[in-house]
Structures are given as structure tokens and as C-alpha cells.
């Protein structure tokens, strides 16, 4: 068997995303990966078309871990966000394409279900605790048993519903004390009207110094958060020691990683108990599985970013190797802009608190080319940014 065609789609059906389709020389036999990159789209497709996709011409799509070598290792270039994701829709397309040709779902061939599901969080973001707490109920009514709680800090203005990081517009400054003040009063807030049952996370988002990091999680600890996500930048990752000496509330990382390296002293030091590693960016299914097994030797469990910039083809790989690996923890779920169902079939789908995908072939997913053509690329899309008070650059 061999690959006879590498195409590259960029489409926006409610936002941008960038799809891989690989060909084969057997009639009907294709498969489907994203390669979305938010805010850096064309980049990804250009290193897909121009660099990875002709030397993929004539291959077997069944080496799926030589390819991975080969594009990884064998070209030189390696790492990175636009190759790592660029790797990914190319890796994702090979594990459909090797599904379809055993007829089983790619969990099956990653060693068989070892859950009936995947236990999901929802985004309850608000403009304040009160929102928070009135969406929370509603996902509680929807069947999530755990909330992923964002608050509209004094430094963005409001925001429609739970997009909050890609569509909030910062107006104003952001302040550390502002906010290291607002999220333990948010989490007092929440356990005062929700009671101790719902399992809320709150997403950091890379802003804080470790020791403020230390100091928010020692002050969210007695509100016992399923995890505090992102606490500091991911640069000098050893710095989650001193956020991991300050209390034992859960942390989680990993969103910013591109491959298994980037996590090893956050897990092999037991400074994460989650990680947030996105599939999309990360090389693929065969890096996910690869980091799963070094966090499960460290009791570290998975958590598999699953944001609305990722197209529902990640969704499902999320969901596929949430349900053969041992060390799972929980996985982000997303709502999608309504033409996303125009362009997309065979997204997991939520049962009673899980993300759930079919037993089709592969990853179940599809593509429907003629709609992904009615949505063409929005340049406008990219990711938000963020300024101090003294003007200086913030993490957003
Ligand atoms: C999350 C992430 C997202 C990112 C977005 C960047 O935990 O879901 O932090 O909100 O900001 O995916 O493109
Ligand atoms: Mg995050």
C-alpha cells in the first residue's frame, strides 16, 4: 500500500482550521488529521505542503512510527509548534487510515477500551462568580460533573459565553494583586452556592510568577480545585517546584508543549498531577500514547487540551486514547461554532458526564469537502494579547 496524495485544507467553518488528507493507492482509503495551529494556520499549512507533504509521495501509511521518526528525527528540523502540528495531521490521518484497514477503532488498536468513557469538563466562564455559578448549574443539568470556572478578572471586558480566552478583548491592564485577590474569591463564592460536589478547575493561563503561582494555590487549597492549570509560564518548568512547595493543590501543564521532552521534569519530579498536553500539537497519537506511559509510572494522569481552536478530528483522537490508556484524569470538551457540523462528522458525543466516540474504523471522523470550501480562511482570527498597567507585554 502506498500514500499517493498528501492535500492540505484550510477552512472556517465558525474558525479556522487546518485538515490533512492522505491518500492511497487503494480505491476509497483515506484518512482525516488537524493540523490547527490557532493564529499561526498558514504557517502549519506551508510546512505541510511545501516541506513534509512531498516527501510522504510513495510511502507506506502503515509505517506509522517510522514516519514519525522520519519527520521527527530524519529532517533535521525537529520540535516546535508549526512542525509538531504540521507532524500531528499527518500522524492522526495514518492511525485513520490504519483503522480503516483492520475495520477497528484506532482505541482498539492502541490495546482495546479501558473505560466506557471519558469523564468531561465543561467551560462555566462569567463576567463574575454569580455567572460562573448559573452555568455551572446548567452543565450540572447537562450532565458534566466537572466545570472548568473563568472569571472576567478587572483587566478584560465581558464576554458572551464560555470562549472567554479566544474572544475575550483586554481593555484595560492586566494586574497580578487584582486577580490573585479575585480567584479565591471566586472559589469562595462557588463553594458558598454550589456546595462541595462540583469539581471546579481554574486555567491560570501562564500568568503569574511561581511564587504568586504558590501563593494562588495555597489559597485555593481548602476550596480543593480538581486543578489549577498553567500556573506560570512554560519556559523554565523547574519553577513548579516552588509552586508545588507551597500546597497540595492539584496542578496541571502542558498545553504549550510540543513533545514528550518538554514534560519530563514535570512529571518525572511529580510536579504535575495532570497533563495538558494537546494532541494537535504535540506530533499526534503516537507521542500522546508515549507520554501517557512515562506520566502513568509516576502516578501523573492525562488531561488532553480540547479547546474550540482544535477541529473535532483532535476531539476524537482525544477521546480515543483517553479510552485505552490506565492514567487518565479528564478531558476537556468544547462547544463549537454551529458550521462546524457542516464540515465535520463523527465527533465524540456526550452521555450523561462523558465524551463518547463511535467503534467505527479509525477515528471515526470525516470530512465534507465541498462545505469546507464555502468557508474560506479569516485572517482576523488569532489569539488575543495582553498588556500591564506600565504598557509592558503580559501573557494572556
Ligand atoms: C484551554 C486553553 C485555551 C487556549 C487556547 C489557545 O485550557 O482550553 O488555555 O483556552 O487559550 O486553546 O489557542
Ligand atoms: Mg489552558
Redesign the pocket.
Given at each position: 500500500m502506498k500514500i499517493t496524495d498528501v492535500k492540505v485544507l484550510v477552512t472556517a467553518p465558525g474558525r479556522n482550521y487546518v485538515l490533512v488528507k492522505i491518500e492511497t493507492d487503494q480505491p476509497g482509503l483515506y484518512g482525516w488529521g488537524d493540523a490547527t495551529l490557532?493564529g499561526r494556520e498558514l504557517a502549519v499549512a506551508a510546512a505541510l505542503r511545501d516541506h513534509l507533504a512531498p516527501l510522504l509521495i510513495g510511502r507506506d501509511p502503515g509505517r506509522i512510527e517510522d514516519t514519525w521518526q522520519f519527520l521527527f528525527r530524519g529532517t533535521y528540523w525537529r520540535g516546535g509548534p508549526v512542525l509538531m502540528t504540521a507532524l500531528a495531521g499527518i500522524d492522526l490521518a495514518l492511525w485513520d487510515i490504519k483503522g480503516k484497514v483492520a475495520g477497528l477503532p484506532v482505541y482498539s488498536l492502541l490495546g482495546g477500551a479501558t473505560r466506557d468513557g471519558a469523564l468531561a469538563y465543561r467551560h462555566c466562564d462569567g463576567r463574575d462568580a454569580q455567572e460562573i455559578a448559573d452555568n455551572i448549574r446548567a452543565a450540572q443539568a447537562a450532565g458534566f460533573k466537572v466545570f472548568r470556572a473563568q472569571m472576567d478578572v478587572p483587566s478584560s471586558r465581558a464576554f458572551p459565553d464560555s470562549t472567554w480566552?479566544?474572544l475575550t478583548t483586554y481593555s484595560q491592564p492586566f494586574e497580578d494583586e487584582p486577580y490573585l485577590r479575585a480567584v479565591p474569591a471566586m472559589f469562595e463564592r462557588l463553594r458558598r452556592e454550589l456546595g462541595d460536589e462540583p469539581q471546579i478547575i481554574h486555567?491560570v493561563?501562564e500568568r503569574l510568577t511561581p511564587i504568586q503561582a504558590g501563593r494562588l494555590a495555597a489559597a485555593v487549597e481548602s476550596y480543593h480545585p480538581f486543578f489549577l492549570?498553567?500556573p506560570i509560564r512554560p519556559e523554565h518548568k523547574e519553577s513548579m517546584r516552588l509552586v508545588r512547595q507551597s500546597s497540595r493543590t492539584p496542578l496541571a501543564m502542558g498545553?504549550l508543549f510540543n513533545h514528550r521532552w518538554e514534560c519530563l521534569p514535570l512529571i518525572t519530579e511529580q510536579l504535575i498531577d495532570y497533563v495538558r498536553v494537546d494532541i494537535a500539537h504535540i506530533g499526534g497519537i503516537s507521542e500522546a500514547r508515549k507520554i501517557a506511559a512515562i506520566a502513568e509510572a509516576y502516578h501523573v494522569q492525562m488531561a488532553f487540551?480540547g479547546?474550540p481552536?482544535i477541529a473535532p478530528i483532535t476531539h476524537a483522537a482525544n477521546v480515543h486514547v483517553d479510552m485505552a490508556i490506565a492514567n487518565f484524569g479528564v478531558q476537556?470538551s468544547s462547544k463549537f461554532p454551529a458550521e462546524v457540523e457542516d464540515v465535520f462528522m463523527g465527533a465524540p458525543y456526550f452521555e450523561d458526564g462523558y465524551l463518547k466516540v463511535s467503534a467505527a474504523p479509525g477515528l471515526g471522523t470525516d470530512v465534507d469537502e465541498t462545505a469546507a470550501a464555502r468557508y474560506p480562511y479569516r485572517p482576523e482570527e488569532y489569539?488575543p494579547t495582553l498588556r500591564r498597567a506600565d504598557g509592558s507585554v503580559q501573557d494572556w
Open positions: 490557532n480566552m479566544d486555567d493561563h492549570e498553567d498545553e487540551h479547546p481552536d476537556e489569539l
